[in-house]
């Protein structure tokens, strides 16, 4: 009997490693009429097991793609569509081609193409696989382990399959390949055939702890802190003038060479993961696992550093979009980094910080009660309403809210209080989780909580950044699905923390 070739899931590399930033689109521009790119290259027919491949090739114009790729990275890309360097195109070609169209894209570091796979089989053995479905058992939202047919694999290299339209798959063939050619940025996961013992899942945590430097799951997360330049604009307004836009590209590049490394096999200092222009400055965002590190690091710069105005750098235990994470201003002014008052945060394990919980008052309990209620109302469900059923209703509108096509009676802060209480409230009747008010740093957030307080999720701060971070809005389902997997098979480290008796 024959040996069953590999079946890989290629992803990218981590997203918290700087070598292996991926681009993005400039403009979000559908050729066929759609709201967004991505939709351009899901099958027609979706959401029906009767899926057809699309064809882009006739209409696609080059589209700018930007961000701070590294040269090294042959696999530059986040999602949907993949994106190919030229140098993996020319190693891939024979490969690539019969399987899909190569869409030329325009950057300044060079030729890269999107990849239009138009391969799509009907190859997984549904019976035996393990599969969470999101809709009638036609569409996948989380296949925990795969089983295939081994006879309609023959002759495939990249393909997807119609459970999961989104996912690219690869063979040996196609691995092997990559090996040969030392291309970067491919991260290939096995998925089939593996041991009933082990989990492609966990092997794809382990790959990312290796790429990130982790040597355990307690690990410092690389993007787990932040620091905040914020630069002062001379005029009215968010606009910047001509000179200081050329002056901040300068500062990023001056970042970038102080920071990027990629050669490295040691993790990162810090990464600068971009800028934005509001309330009359301009904020560059550095992501760190240690934010104190990170200003030493930088310490001779950052006193160097000539700006028209004040500049204020701060230090934040959390990510960028956590904006509940306590924050310290630096003072340039001292000889040295002056070391923070705040005790770094380590492993995001929530007893050395102190943190403790209660139960809600009654008027507490009420208001959550309030906005819960508002927040089905704006999903338009009653609220005996399936836990599944919610989350998948606050998907959606999500991604209609963010291409455009509704709108929310209330302002984003209470929109995001009511769908986070919505979300909640899902998770605490599915899982039997109880919300309760947390005490971080002398600071109560509301939150939810497993019963044993292993995990604790803060649905509203969450909410709040993902409407704050439209490209977030694909996150609310994929969190809950998270949740329910890490309560069900327990494989990821837990946060814990003490609770008041």
Known sequence: ?????????????????????????????????????????????????????????????????????????????????????????DALRDLLEPNGELLPLVSKLGNYYAYNITTLVDALDRNRS?????????????????????????GLSVFRIIESWTDVYITEAFAARVRECHLDGFNMIPVWPLPQEVSWEDLRRESWRKQEGKESPKALPIKGNTVLLRLPLAGKGDEPSAAEKTQVDRLMDELDALLADPDATTPS????????????????????????????????????????????????????????????????????????????????????????DRPLTNSEAQEVESFTAKGLELVGLEPDAEPDHIVERIQTWLEDHRAGTNRSPMNDGDTALALGCAWGLAVCRKLDWQWVAIDRRKREIYGVVSPKREYAVYPMQNMHAILLTPAMGIGALKVYNLVKHVMRKTRLEPFSYQTVD
Not at 8 to 14: F, G, H, I
Not at 26 to 41: A, I, R, T, V
Not at 132 to 154: H, M, N, S
């Open 269 to 356: 200092a810090g990464s600068l993961e971009g800028s934005e222009y509001v309330a009359g400055e301009c904020r560059l965002f550095l992501s760190c696992p240690d934010a104190d590190a990170l200003v030493v690091r930088l310490w001779p710069w950052l006193k160097a550093l000539r700006w028209n105005g004040n500049v204020w750098v701060m230090k934040r235990w959390g990510e960028y979009v956590d904006v509940s994470a306590p924050e310290e201003y630096v003072d340039l002014s001292a000889a040295s980094p002056p070391q923070s008052t705040i005790p770094r945060r380590k492993a995001k394990k929530l007893a050395e910080l102190g943190v403790r």
């Open 1 to 89: 009997m024959m040996r069953p070739q590999t079946i890989y899931k290629l992803e990218a590399m981590s997203p918290d490693v700087p070598k292996y930033e991926a681009f993005a689109f400039k403009e979000d521009k559908s050729f066929l009429g759609n709201d967004w790119l991505w939709e351009d290259f899901r099958p027609l027919n979706y959401g029906t097991r009767d899926l057809a491949t699309t064809r882009l090739a006739a209409v696609w114009k080059p589209l700018e793609v930007i961000g701070r790729v590294r040269k090294c990275n042959d696999y530059p890309c986040s999602g949907s569509p993949p994106i190919f360097s030229q140098r993996a195109v």
């Open 130 to 154: 393990q599969i969470e479905w999101l809709k009638d058992q036609v569409i996948a939202g989380t296949i925990e382990r795969y089983e295939f047919i081994p006879e309609r694999l023959e």
